[in-house]
């Protein structure tokens, strides 16, 4: 089974690689389920249900979240419906939404996808790690194919947490920091890693926003407001190779493909 995994959607400039680009991947690397984290995918931040149901039109089988998951309050009004859609699964018991779901993937095969969010450098949700041991051992009842999307500013944290679930999971692949590392692989006990899988967006920006803005912000410390840069776009993703009976992964592989 070849899973695709989209790195964080920044806006419409996101939302149009997507549009454009990932039909061909798909038909290129023989896709079976995409999943991508959308949540800066409405103007630069947040999701709404115009949005959500945009990107599956595009394709997309699964949108994970992370912190700024709840910065378009129309969400309110659909995530608890929306089975496609996770949310940190650290969160707050009461928290609307779901944290983890179970979708139909190739010949009736049953994927489990897991959001979390970090707590350095972020607000302090509860604890990933034994949230992440409490929802994998739930799910790992149901199907072995287990994929976890670790929204996470440490490096230190998202690497830790890849070796604390290497053997149970299939893949921990790290979002948030909008720019893909170079440290993929597959760990001994059959989980795929990378740090962060970066940012479907503009190219020429910091971080998807608009760079003049960012760096008048280092220049002055004045509040700035963001807006979402244009021209030419990435796609930043990766494609792994599952195994679906043992649910280990046999490799992972770094995607990033631009749209002039």
Request: aromatic share 8%.
């Amino acid at each position: 089974m070849n899973i695709l995994f989209i790195g964080d959607i920044v806006g419409r400039p996101g939302r149009l690689a997507v549009e454009k680009l990932l039909r061909p991947i798909q038909s290129e690397y023989r896709v079976d389920f995409t999943i991508a984290n959308g949540e800066n995918a409405a103007g630069g931040n947040g999701i709404n249900l115009e949005v959500a149901e945009e990107l599956y039109r595009y394709g997309v089988n699964c949108i994970t979240g992370g912190n700024h998951i709840w910065d378009k309050r129309q969400v309110l009004e659909f995530i608890d419906q929306d089975s496609k859609l996770v949310r940190p699964a650290n969160y707050p018991v009461g928290t609307p939404g779901r944290g983890f779901t179970l979708l139909k993937g190739p010949s009736n095969s049953v994927i489990g996808v897991v959001n979390l969010s970090g707590r350095v450098f972020l607000p302090p949700l509860d604890d990933p790690f034994h949230e992440a041991n409490k929802v994998v051992s739930q799910l790992s009842t149901q199907t072995k194919v287990i994929f976890v999307d670790f929204h996470a500013e440490a490096t230190s944290e998202k690497i830790a947490l890849g070796w604390f679930l290497d053997g149970r999971v299939s893949a921990v692949c790290g979002t948030h920091t909008h720019v893909q590392t170079a440290d993929e692989r597959v760990l001994p006990n059959g989980c795929a890693y990378i740090t962060d899988v970066g940012m479907t967006g503009p190219r020429d920006s910091v971080l998807g926003v608009k760079k003049e803005t960012i760096i008048a912000k280092f220049l002055t410390q004045l509040p700035v407001r963001f807006e979402v840069a244009g021209g030419p776009v990435q796609l930043n993703a990766v494609i792994i190779d599952v195994d679906e009976i043992t649910g280990r992964a046999r490799s992972i592989e770094r995607i990033q493909k631009f749209l002039f």
